[in-house]
T-cell receptor, first 113, second 113 residues
Framework: EADIYQTPRYLVIGTGKKITLECSQT?????MYWYQQDPGMELHLIHY???????EKGDLSSESTVSRIRTEHFPLTLESARPSHTSQYLC????????????FGSGTRLTVV | AQTVTQSQPEMSVQEAETVTLSCTYD???????LFWYKQPPSRQMILVIR??????QNATENRFSVNFQKAAKSFSLKISDSQLGDAAMYFC??????????FGGGTRLMVKP
């Protein structure tokens, strides 16, 4: 049973629409991450957070934004969706330290038409 | 910067046979963890096995085991008695203090009945 939840699982939306991808975790993890997974399945970090009110951009430039108002919640927003935003988005969380790895959500597959 | 390389984009194995997935990494650190993650089609990415760099003994988890060669910076995954449910993308990852989890490009494993 997943301890990190992403909704929706699948989303098809028109160009120009504003969307928010939800991510919540029940493990009390301080750190949370958003990855974009391309068709070749490679993972690209687009945002991360080390705690409440802390957000940073990742390695891959993204037009999306994130917020971290509560420890358990890390939503990702696209103000104006474009076809180039079509991708799989994975949310993950981790404890402090590096021994445990990350726990991943089931992902949101976004299609912008 | 740390890098992780998976040189096999795709592998296939006959059901009940053994397969080994390769992973090499580059780091100047001595204290780190290595991980193998499994991502089945349209499903959540899960942690398969992890290895602490200071431990010489290779980690095992049921049918999954690793061959960790620290000097060679190699971390291969062996799957014994392959099952249809093992078909997935497999990602090797590296993590050390003060840095993000670094993923390899992934290996798609196909299991033939």
């Amino acid at each position: 049973e997943a301890d990190i939840y992403q909704t929706p699982r699948y989303l098809v939306i028109g160009t120009g629409k504003k969307i928010t991808l939800e991510c919540s975790q029940t493990m009390g993890h301080d750190k949370m991450y958003w990855y974009q997974q391309d068709p070749g399945m490679e993972l690209h970090l687009i945002h991360y957070s080390y705690g409440v009110n802390s957000t940073e951009k990742g390695d891959l430039s993204s037009e999306s934004t994130v917020s971290r108002i509560r420890t358990e919640h890390f939503p990702l927003t696209l103000e104006s969706a474009r076809p180039s935003h079509t991708s799989q988005y994975l949310c993950a969380s981790s404890v402090r330290g590096f021994q445990e790895g990350y726990t991943f959500g089931s992902g949101t597959r976004l299609t912008v038409v | 910067a740390q890098t992780v390389t998976q040189s096999q984009p795709e592998m296939s194995v006959q059901e009940a046979e053994t397969v080994t997935l390769s992973c090499t990494y580059d780091t100047s650190e001595s204290d780190y963890y290595l991980f193998w993650y499994k991502q089945p089609p349209s499903r959540q990415m899960i942690l398969v096995i992890r290895q602490e760099a200071y431990k010489q003994q290779n980690a095992t988890e049921n049918r999954f085991s690793v061959n960790f060669q620290k000097a060679a910076k190699s971390f291969s995954l062996k799957i014994s008695d392959s099952q249809l449910g093992d078909a997935a993308m497999y990602f090797c990852a590296y993590h050390n203090a003060g840095n993000m989890l670094t993923f390899g490009g992934g290996t798609r494993l196909m299991v033939k009945p």
